[in-house]
């Protein structure tokens, strides 16, 4: 079953605007929600990362908030520029789950000058 | 460092044949890793290892097989292709001492069979 459910599925942004996936997961202890980027025809790279004790972790224009009680995550793009277009996935990885992740079903995100 | 490379890029096999996917890391990573990507569905894990000689399945094992008989290799064995099996497939590794390490992915086999 999905533990790690993904919202929305595609997302149209305009230059400059700010993009904002969410992600919710449901069941499992997981105390590890990285955020991968994948660009067409390539493997997906570690973009962002947060453990569950911290709210809110921000790296240049990504942001990840963090909401422990509610279980939900979301991956904020400020100022969204056309190489930023690509698909992003949340995934989870459980408490002592051996470094596995579980993936969300991912967001193709395009960013129109 | 070249990372995590895969080997082919693309395939096409007929229903019944079998075929290994290779996958080598040069970054003397312990834990690595194969998935599975199909559209709209994320990425499910098939098969982990912890080091060599280790091996346990993931979401997806069945239909596949793996070995690891070094750090550095870790190929992917279709015994008996199926429709169900197009798919692309990624390798990747991570170093883990203790709870959590970035996983790194190789650019993925676009496996089609007919």
């Known amino acids: 079953q999905q533990q790690v459910k993904q919202s929305p599925q595609s997302l149209i942004v305009q230059k400059g605007g700010i993009s904002i996936i969410n992600c919710a997961y449901e069941?499992?202890?997981?105390?590890?929600f990285p955020w991968y980027q994948q660009f067409p025809g390539k493997g997906p790279a570690l973009l962002i990362a947060i453990r569950p004790d911290v709210s809110e972790k921000k790296e240049g224009r990504f942001t990840i908030s963090f909401n422990k009680s509610a279980k939900q995550f979301s991956l904020h793009i400020m100022d969204s520029q056309p190489g930023d277009s690509a698909t992003y996935f949340c995934?989870?990885?459980?408490?002592?789950?051996?470094?596995?992740?579980?993936f969300g079903t991912g967001t193709q995100l395009k960013v129109e000058l | 460092n070249a990372g995590v490379t895969q080997t082919p890029k693309f395939r096409i096999l007929k229903i019944g044949q079998s075929m290994t996917l290779q996958c080598t890391q040069d970054?003397?990573?312990?834990?690595m890793y194969w998935y599975r990507q199909d559209p709209g569905m994320g990425l499910k894990l098939i098969y982990y290892s912890v080091g060599a000689g280790i091996t346990d399945k993931g979401e997806v094992p069945n239909g596949y097989n793996v070995s690891r008989s070094t750090t550095e290799d870790f190929p992917l064995r279709l015994e008996l292709a199926a429709p169900s099996q197009t798919s692309v497939y990624f390798c990747?590794?991570?170093?883990?001492?203790?709870?959590?390490?970035?996983?790194?992915f190789g650019p993925g086999t676009r496996l089609t069979v007919l």
């Open positions: 970054m003397n990573h312990n834990y």
């Open positions: 995934a989870a990885i459980p408490t002592g789950g051996g470094n596995k992740l579980t």
């Open positions: 069941n499992t202890a997981f105390d590890y």
């Open positions: 990747a590794s991570s170093y883990v001492t203790s709870g959590v390490g970035e996983q790194f």
